[in-house]
């Protein structure tokens, strides 16, 4: 069988269609030389040798026949038959053994036996530009030794098929069957800290400044909304910090003594103390800028702290995706020089040529 797994650092842009726009990322941020922590993707080709190898058009095909939408028992009962389908089906032994290797190459490359990854669907369909899939597909994270690194994959195939992606897909008139699933495997990180950086200003589409909200531990509460981050704005030329406003943090996701990341409480002072160094700030703002550099346009940055590494080499990224709202907006030029704020023409100078940069 061809390979079915690609290392972030054999990424090129004729994968993306195979790997799906997360591990696109990740291998083209790898490939430009910024901060990215180490791993694979299982392609779709992995996704559709197991689905060929099930026969799992057939059952897809009886399961779903007559689905009433409208229904959400009738699709919560569906839906819910074809994840433990997927997440019991045998993987074709080629398969299999691509993931285990890359998995055990991994561990060698980091020198961790049993390495602790994050495994995260990366769809195909999340860069459809008509869809709405982003965030609906599984993460699973500090999962290690290869079974559990085999399941989760398969547990992030079977959610293609959650109850919102199945109905949408009715709704849109997409082919059940033509959908397909990347995997990432990417070596965990343990963040002291983690967030966010919009590399304009999203209150006011400001591109003189990086915005970057933070929280303590891992940045799954920041993305998901459930914990109230600390808010910093920093000057883009300068990288000085402009202003920070820090919110009472009463909880934050981090792993436990067994081994899993749980929501938890913080105790005392540190739930109102500010998660980020203006060090550490800086150092965000800096890389954030090399990336809107490196793609020609605003970028929306996923970005962590790891407690693994040595302070000053110990920022991370870990997504990086084109800014979606202000980006969108027609740009406001100045007709007459009366008016005209000399500072802001200097930093428009500054900036335009990142709209210079052709695909």
Not at 135 to 147: M, P, Q, S
Not at 154 to 183: I, K, N, P, Q
Not at 225 to 248: A, Q
Not at 335 to 354: E, F, K
Request: hydrophobic residues 40%.
């Amino acid at each position: 069988m061809a390979d079915v797994t690609m290392w972030f650092e054999g990424y090129w842009p004729g994968l993306k269609a195979e790997v799906g726009g997360k591990a696109a990322s990740l291998g083209e941020m790898t490939g430009a030389g910024l901060p990215v922590p180490p791993g694979f993707a299982v392609t779709t080709a992995g996704y559709r040798a197991a689905h060929d190898a099930a026969d799992l058009d057939a059952t897809l095909a009886r399961l779903l026949h007559g689905l009433d939408v409208s229904d959400t028992a009738q699709v919560s009962a569906v839906c819910g038959e074809i994840r433990d389908v997927i997440r019991l089906m045998p993987l074709p032994g080629d398969v299999e053994s691509q993931i285990r290797e890359h998995y055990e190459q991994l561990c060698r490359k980091c020198d961790v036996e049993d390495l602790p990854v994050a495994v995260r669907s990366s769809a195909t369909s999340e860069d459809s530009p008509d869809a709405s899939f982003a965030g609906e597909h599984d993460t699973y994270l500090w999962v290690r030794g290869g079974d559990a690194v085999v399941d989760a994959v398969r547990r992030c195939w079977a959610s293609l098929f959650t109850d919102r992606a199945t109905c949408y897909r009715v709704e849109m008139g997409y082919e059940h069957r033509s959908v397909e699933m990347a995997v990432v495997i990417q070596k965990m990180v343990r963040p002291i800290s983690a967030g966010v950086a919009f590399t304009l200003n999203p209150a006011n589409g400001d591109r003189s400044q990086v915005a970057i909200d933070a929280a303590w531990g891992f940045g799954e509460g920041v993305v998901s909304g459930e914990v109230t981050p600390d808010n910093f704005l920093v000057d883009k030329v300068l990288l000085e910090v402009t202003k920070r406003d820090i919110s009472h943090k009463a909880h934050e996701y981090r792993l436990t003594d067994h081994d899993t990341v749980e929501k938890v409480g913080i105790d005392g002072e540190r739930a109102d103390t500010p998660c980020m160094t203006d060090a550490q700030l800086k150092a965000v703002a800096a890389l954030a800028k090399t990336a809107e550099r490196h793609y020609g346009c605003p970028q929306d940055i996923e970005w962590a702290v790891d407690s693994d590494l040595p302070e000053g080499e110990n920022i991370i990224l870990l997504q990086a995706r084109p800014e979606t709202v202000w980006s969108k907006k027609p740009r406001k030029t100045v007709t007459g020089s009366a008016d005209r704020d000399p500072m802001a023409s200097i930093v428009s100078t500054l900036m335009n040529p990142l709209h210079t940069k052709k695909d």
